[in-house]
């Protein structure tokens, strides 16, 4: 009998819902929340209300996509942590109800451990064991991958996240919220050796941000003093350099961490792999480090269902689930 499991994201500020039949995802659909633009971040009791207005009609368009009927499903999968608290609640809530009403089994899913298997929705895929960077605006972390359900942290950081780095370096610049991609969009144009910004010696394989950010904030207030027009004449020069350093401490410490473990199949996940510049400073990397090297595609890389849906898999054949008492928290290690 096939094994059909609906599958529900609500971590953050988008709303997904997505079907995976054998292995393979069939729909994946996620409804975006605009609302933050205006507040230059999400609010989380904005972000709780809207997933009460789209996880209907998200999930009724994924179960359509699929040409899956609510009775043809095997499970229910939903993200139990991490994540803001209210938003997690709404999901959780919602695929309780739904895997109780149809007396099917429930499966909680870590949000970062999806991130990582979503390098195993389409080919090439990599082998066991890898490395995994996972990047997002509130994670940063190289994982040994050893199993679908084997994984073990090897360094993070200490304080932000390369999201938060992205994010709030476009804040200083002036640029509207969700700054990262803009970062990224001027960066494409602009020359990342025009400035330079020290790379922060941290210990082991772990990172840190806030020193960069700091740098960069000194940097643009002395230029501005000088120039108060600085930043709008050297835009994308100014975001390829903060982007070329954010990526090169990433990947340096791939570099180490490929060293130490000799593992040299590397993969990216989370919502910074989405980054022009990350994707190819890994391709760079592994050619000249002599890598197998794997990025998810666009639509699998930001917050979305689907990769709920391949960790939901695997958990299903390992009959790996969750009592209808389950309750999804904020934080909460792999």
Same mark, same amino acid.
């Given at each position: 009998m096939s094994v059909r499991i609906l599958a529900i994201e609500s971590s953050c500020d988008d709303t997904g819902a997505a079907v995976i039949v054998d292995g393979k995802i069939l729909s994946n659909h996620i409804a975006n929340q605009s609302i933050h633009e205006q507040y230059g971040g999400v609010v989380p009791e904005l972000a709780s209300r809207a997933h009460q207005e789209n996880i209907v009609p998200v999930v009724d368009i994924a179960l359509q996509t699929a040409g899956v009927k609510r009775e043809e499903l095997s499970a229910i999968a939903f993200t139990q942590s991490p994540g803001l608290i209210g938003s997690l609640l709404v999901g959780s809530c919602f695929a309780k109800s739904m895997a109780m009403a149809l007396d099917i089994p429930l499966i909680g899913v870590h949000h970062m451990q999806a991130h990582v298997l979503a390098n195993f929705i389409d080919d090439p895929k990599p082998d066991f064991p890898f490395l995994c960077l996972t990047v997002s605006g509130g994670h940063t972390q190289i994982v040994l991958c050893e199993s679908p359900l084997q994984m073990r942290v090897i360094g993070a950081t200490l304080d932000d996240a390369a999201g938060e780095a992205f994010?709030?370096? @476009?804040?200083?610049?002036? #640029?509207?919220?969700?700054?990262?991609? *803009?970062?990224?969009?001027?960066?494409?144009?602009?020359?990342?050796?025009?400035?330079?910004f020290t790379e922060p010696r941290i210990p082991e394989l772990n990172f840190s941000f806030s020193g960069l950010k700091t740098a960069i904030l000194y940097f643009l207030q002395e230029n501005q003093q000088k120039d108060p027009d600085f930043i709008a004449k050297n835009l994308p020069d100014i975001c390829a350099s903060i982007q070329q350093r954010i990526v090169s401490i990433l990947m340096n410490k791939m570099v180490k961490a490929s060293q130490e473990t000799g593992i040299r199949d590397i993969a990216i996940a989370g919502g910074v792999s989405a980054n022009s510049g990350l994707r190819k400073a890994l391709a760079e990397y592994g050619t000249k480090h002599h890598w197998r090297t794997f990025i998810p595609k666009f639509e699998y890389c930001t917050d979305?269902?689907?990769?709920?849906?391949?960790? @939901?898999?695997?958990?299903? #054949?390992?009959?790996?689930?969750?009592? *209808?008492?389950?309750?999804?928290?904020?934080?909460?290690?792999?």
């Amino acid at each position: 009998m096939s094994v059909r499991i609906l599958a529900i994201e609500s971590s953050c500020d988008d709303t997904g819902a997505a079907v995976i039949v054998d292995g393979k995802i069939l729909s994946n659909h996620i409804a975006n929340q605009s609302i933050h633009e205006q507040y230059g971040g999400v609010v989380p009791e904005l972000a709780s209300r809207a997933h009460q207005e789209n996880i209907v009609p998200v999930v009724d368009i994924a179960l359509q996509t699929a040409g899956v009927k609510r009775e043809e499903l095997s499970a229910i999968a939903f993200t139990q942590s991490p994540g803001l608290i209210g938003s997690l609640l709404v999901g959780s809530c919602f695929a309780k109800s739904m895997a109780m009403a149809l007396d099917i089994p429930l499966i909680g899913v870590h949000h970062m451990q999806a991130h990582v298997l979503a390098n195993f929705i389409d080919d090439p895929k990599p082998d066991f064991p890898f490395l995994c960077l996972t990047v997002s605006g509130g994670h940063t972390q190289i994982v040994l991958c050893e199993s679908p359900l084997q994984m073990r942290v090897i360094g993070a950081t200490l304080d932000d996240a390369a999201g938060e780095a992205f994010d709030k370096s @476009a804040k200083i610049l002036g #640029l509207p919220y969700p700054g990262g991609p *803009l970062i990224d969009k001027y960066a494409q144009s602009g020359d990342g050796n025009r400035f330079k910004f020290t790379e922060p010696r941290i210990p082991e394989l772990n990172f840190s941000f806030s020193g960069l950010k700091t740098a960069i904030l000194y940097f643009l207030q002395e230029n501005q003093q000088k120039d108060p027009d600085f930043i709008a004449k050297n835009l994308p020069d100014i975001c390829a350099s903060i982007q070329q350093r954010i990526v090169s401490i990433l990947m340096n410490k791939m570099v180490k961490a490929s060293q130490e473990t000799g593992i040299r199949d590397i993969a990216i996940a989370g919502g910074v792999s989405a980054n022009s510049g990350l994707r190819k400073a890994l391709a760079e990397y592994g050619t000249k480090h002599h890598w197998r090297t794997f990025i998810p595609k666009f639509e699998y890389c930001t917050d979305n269902a689907g990769m709920i849906a391949m960790t @939901a898999y695997y958990k299903y #054949l390992a009959g790996d689930f969750v009592s *209808l008492d389950v309750v999804p928290t904020a934080r909460a290690a792999f």
